[in-house]
């Protein structure tokens, strides 16, 4: 489970979070849809702790980040738009790395494993990273988070530079670790992906959720339109 709950973030006096509230419950796929300073990006960094809001809450598996920002990141796995990864290393070493962080310490047959699942080609498990392709090191992120037995997934723009395939193969994955019970929020731009992927949308606006709706309830063509409508309005 993952909570917002009334959170405000000011920079130098502008309000890029304006007492936001939603909740994702375990095996739930959130998609948070918004235009550029909407606030998204500003959202997951208070999820991860990287920044402190000025007012609310952020909690993660019941636990506060500002209070247990520790116990918290190890309850998180997070996926950028790239993933981080050291790329002299291999991915198995990668993972390994990562899981241990996370305090979960495997066998290299188990980190073969998690790769394998994460769909990370065999041959590649030993190869260095510096050589992945962003889906590639997605991957590994999908295996990292599995590895750390992560209760909540942060992603931010996992799909832009993805092609077709790559990205219909990375929401397979989500899907997988959706029926794991993992609670996922998804920061995109991908109205496509938003509508397949995700079991409920909102649309950010200035810091404000302005619209939720659930996934199966909406076509493509008009979560389309309430998205151009929203940014009219
Ligand atoms: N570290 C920072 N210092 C000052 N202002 C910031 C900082 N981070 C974000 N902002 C501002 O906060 C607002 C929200 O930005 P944020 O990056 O969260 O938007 P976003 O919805 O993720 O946008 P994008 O779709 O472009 O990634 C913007 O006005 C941005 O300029």
Redesign the pocket.
């Known amino acids: 489970m993952l909570i917002i709950d009334n959170l405000t ?1 000011r ?2 006096g ?1 309000t ?2 304006d007492v936001l509230s939603f909740q994702i419950a375990s095996g739930e796929l959130f998609a948070l849809l ?12 208070c999820l991860l702790g990287f ?1 402190k809001p000025d007012s609310g809450r952020a909690l993660i598996d019941g636990l506060d980040v500002a209070i247990e920002p520790l116990e918290t990141k190890r309850r998180l796995a997070y996926i950028p738009e790239q993933v981080n990864l050291y790329g002299h290393f291999s991915g198995v070493e990668n993972l390994a790395y990562f899981a241990e962080l996370g305090g979960h310490r495997y066998s290299d047959s188990e980190l073969h494993a998690f790769l394998d699942d994460a769909g990370l080609q065999c041959e590649a498990h030993d190869r260095r990273v510096s050589g992945y392709s962003k889906g590639m090191r997605q991957k590994v992120g999908i295996a990292i988070a599995l590895a750390k037995k992560a209760k909540a997934l942060l992603l ?2 996992p799909t832009s530079g993805l092609d077709p395939s790559a990205s219909h193969e990375f929401s397979r994955l989500l899907g997988q670790l959706r029926s794991r019970g993992v609670a996922i929020l998804m ?1 995109t ?1 991908d109205l496509f992906r938003a509508k397949e992927d995700a079991t409920r949308v909102g649309i ?1 606006r200035r ?1 404000q959720l302005v619209r939720e709706l659930t996934a199966a309830e909406i076509s493509h063509a008009d979560l389309e339109k309430l998205y151009l409508e929203t940014m009219r309005a």
């Open positions: 973030k920079f130098n502008n890029a979070i918004g235009p550029n300073g909407a606030g998204k990006t500003t959202t997951i960094n920044l931010d723009e920061a731009h950010m810091g």
